[in-house]
């Protein structure tokens, strides 16, 4: 191997792994990046609540239709598709007291191209 390469030119998928576990909401909840840029954290119920609706086929409902549609209840690592659907996604949340007066912020990333 050269010896000008970085060790993540040389390692790229170890090094990937590795920073994987530092971002990860899993391994090494309490020291990892995550930790380190939030305060606090909350995920799930009853803090979180996410409902879908999916519409039919390539339709695309605007605001005014979507908001009159049958949600159904769905968990983290749900998967959308087809791809070029549209799903709509209605987030309830609930903000724990001890937020109080600190920046909360919601994340979501739903492995996919979206809008807001």
């Known amino acids: 191997m050269d010896r000008h390469m970085s060790y993540v030119q ?4 170890l090094t990937k792994d590795r920073l994987a576990h530092f971002m990860s909401n899993n391994m090494l909840r309490d020291v990892n ?7 606090g954290r909350v995920s ?3 803090h979180v609540k996410l409902e ?4 039919n086929e390539l339709e695309r ?8 549609q049958e949600y159904k209840p769905i968990e983290v690592g749900h998967s959308f598709g087809p791809s070029w659907a549209s799903h709509w996604v209605r987030a309830t949340l609930q903000v724990p007291e001890e937020f109080a007066g600190k ?5 979501f990333n739903p492995g996919c191209e979206g809008m807001i």
Not at 33 to 39: E, K, M, N, Q
Not at 52 to 55: D, F, G, K, P
């Open 103 to 107: 920046e909360v912020r919601f994340i």
């Open 44 to 46: 799930g119920a009853p």
């Open 10 to 13: 040389k390692h790229p998928k």
């Open 52 to 55: 879908l609706w999916a519409a």
């Open 61 to 68: 409902p605007t605001f005014a239709v979507a908001v009159k």
């Open 33 to 39: 990046l995550v930790a380190a840029l939030f305060d």
